[in-house]
């Protein structure tokens, strides 16, 4: 044991062990960073069939784009970009061109970034539509748990402790600082956790998901009414690009604190439900 100092008393801090995760929230994750991972990689290889993006119902070479990722010149004089409106940013050696085994290769996304490693349209749509849709019935499930199990309400509802500006700022400050909630309050996910995982699950998966179906044609017959709502399947699928950049940006940011938070105990929750705290001595 370890000595806990305070201004009263100096007393031991013990290691505890609490249950974290339940069964049903471990399972549901791991199958969603398999699903997100092969949906990634597929979703590149689809992006490299046309690597530009457009607002609205219609969308082909030489309309104007609002984002393309492309090259320009020929042999070791060419030279990959970015273009996002007017604004365009040298991207050679990761985007537009990059180096592969037989040299300077024009595509969007390099070849290890995707699935399959080379250009093939029809595999890398049969890995997106396979993966997404196990995605989806990962998600019900995780989402009729959720519900029937109180576990939204209990652990992800913020209170209004929770929400005051005060609490808020004194978190981002705290995080900034890599200061980590210990003890008591280690128990619970904190504030901006609670936001940051509503958002992806009321906002950001929905979207994906949704715009996605709106990009299917046999959706689409069905329910016309998606392409209204997002303003044409070009605009989905410019809406879908985003949402996904966005999930990967959580997941980085998501990582980052599972490491600096500590690596072993964050993963071992979710492999065993267990995680380890400090908290005070208080027995005799």
């Known amino acids: 044991m370890t000595q806990y100092a ?6 031991e801090v013990r290691r505890v062990f609490i249950r974290r ?37 219609y969308g082909a070479n030489g309309d104007p784009a609002v984002l393309t990722i492309g090259s320009a010149g020929e042999g070791n004089a060419a030279r990959g970009f970015l273009r996002v409106g007017g604004i365009e940013l040298p991207t050679t050696g990761v985007l537009g061109v990059s180096t592969a085994d037989e040299g300077q290769t024009k595509r969007a996304f390099p070849a290890w970034a995707t699935l399959p490693s080379f250009q093939d349209l ?4 049969r890995w997106h ?4 849709w196990l995605f989806v019935i990962n998600g019900l499930i995780y989402l009729g748990f959720g519900v029937f199990s109180g576990h939204f309400r209990r652990d992800l509802a913020p209170t209004a ?10 978190e981002v400050i705290d995080h900034a600082r890599l200061r980590f909630p210990q003890g008591e309050e280690a128990k619970h996910y904190n ?5 940051t995982y509503l958002a992806v699950i009321g906002v950001l998966l929905p979207l994906m998901v949704l715009t996605g179906l709106t990009m299917s044609p046999g959706v689409d017959a069905a329910l016309p009414v998606l392409v209204d709502i997002f ?31 500590g690596t072993w105990n964050n993963i071992r929750s979710m492999i065993t439900g267990r995680y380890a705290i400090k908290e005070k001595d208080t027995r005799p």
Not at 129 to 132: S, Y
Not at 191 to 195: F, G, S, V
């Open 191 to 195: 504030a901006l956790q609670k936001l």
């Open 122 to 125: 029809a595999a890398g749509r």
């Open 21 to 57: 995760h339940s069964s049903a929230t471990r399972l549901t994750h791991w199958i969603n960073v398999l699903c997100l991972s092969f949906l990634l990689l597929s979703g590149l290889q689809i992006f490299n069939a046309h690597p530009e993006l457009y607002w609205g119902h």
């Open 6 to 11: 305070s201004k009263d008393n100096l007393a």
């Open 231 to 261: 303003g044409g399947r070009q605009s989905a699928r410019t809406i879908h690009f985003l949402t996904a950049s966005f999930l990967m940006v959580f997941v980085i940011v998501h990582i980052a604190m599972v490491i600096l938070s």
């Open 129 to 132: 539509f396979f993966f997404a």
């Open 161 to 170: 402790r929770d929400l005051s500006p005060r609490h808020l700022g004194r």
